[in-house]
Protein backbone atom coordinates (compact mmCIF):
# COMPACT_ATOMS: atom_id res chain seq x y z
CA UNK A 1 0.00 0.00 0.00
CA UNK A 2 1.36 3.51 -1.11
CA UNK A 3 0.03 5.20 2.30
CA UNK A 4 2.56 7.36 3.16
CA UNK A 5 2.92 10.89 1.43
CA UNK A 6 5.84 13.18 1.08
CA UNK A 7 5.63 16.74 1.49
CA UNK A 8 8.53 19.34 0.55
CA UNK A 9 9.86 22.40 1.59
CA UNK A 10 11.60 24.32 -0.81
CA UNK A 11 12.79 27.22 1.30
CA UNK A 12 11.95 28.14 4.63
CA UNK A 13 9.21 30.66 3.71
CA UNK A 14 7.83 28.64 1.12
CA UNK A 15 4.38 26.90 1.21
CA UNK A 16 4.85 22.47 1.34
CA UNK A 17 4.62 21.36 -2.04
CA UNK A 18 3.03 17.63 -2.40
CA UNK A 19 5.61 15.38 -3.66
CA UNK A 20 3.28 12.10 -4.05
CA UNK A 21 2.66 8.54 -2.16
CA UNK A 22 5.20 5.61 -1.13
CA UNK A 23 5.33 2.95 0.84
CA UNK A 24 7.32 3.60 3.32
CA UNK A 25 9.05 6.47 4.88
CA UNK A 26 12.36 5.51 4.01
CA UNK A 27 11.50 5.42 0.34
CA UNK A 28 10.50 8.76 0.23
CA UNK A 29 13.43 9.96 1.67
CA UNK A 30 15.58 8.05 -0.45
CA UNK A 31 13.46 9.63 -3.51
CA UNK A 32 14.08 12.94 -2.20
CA UNK A 33 18.53 12.52 -1.99
CA UNK A 34 17.72 10.63 -5.81
CA UNK A 35 15.52 13.19 -7.52
CA UNK A 36 15.63 16.35 -5.51
CA UNK A 37 17.98 19.49 -5.21
CA UNK A 38 18.29 22.34 -2.10
CA UNK A 39 15.34 20.82 -0.09
CA UNK A 40 14.79 22.91 3.07
CA UNK A 41 13.23 20.42 4.92
CA UNK A 42 10.75 17.29 4.16
CA UNK A 43 7.88 15.50 5.85
CA UNK A 44 6.44 11.95 5.31
CA UNK A 45 3.21 11.46 7.06
CA UNK A 46 0.72 8.56 6.65
CA UNK A 47 -2.27 10.10 4.52
CA UNK A 48 -5.19 9.12 7.25
CA UNK A 49 -3.84 12.36 9.30
CA UNK A 50 -2.84 14.66 6.14
CA UNK A 51 -5.61 16.83 4.48
CA UNK A 52 -5.11 17.34 0.94
CA UNK A 53 -7.81 19.24 -0.93
CA UNK A 54 -10.74 18.21 -2.65
CA UNK A 55 -9.69 16.54 -5.91
CA UNK A 56 -6.70 15.75 -5.29
CA UNK A 57 -5.01 13.76 -7.30
CA UNK A 58 -2.68 10.87 -6.25
CA UNK A 59 0.66 10.67 -7.75
CA UNK A 60 1.75 6.88 -6.43
CA UNK A 61 5.28 6.61 -6.66
CA UNK A 62 7.08 3.14 -6.46
CA UNK A 63 10.74 1.26 -6.98
CA UNK A 64 10.79 -1.38 -10.04
CA UNK A 65 13.43 -3.21 -11.89
CA UNK A 66 15.91 -1.22 -10.53
CA UNK A 67 14.11 2.17 -11.14
CA UNK A 68 11.90 5.44 -9.34
CA UNK A 69 8.58 5.09 -11.57
CA UNK A 70 5.67 7.24 -11.01
Given at each position: ??????IVY??????????????????????????????????????????????????????????IEP
Amino acid sequence: MFEFILIVYLTKESPPQYIGNFETCAFANNYVQIKLENVYRTSCLHEDYVWLPEGHQKRVIHFRNGKIEP
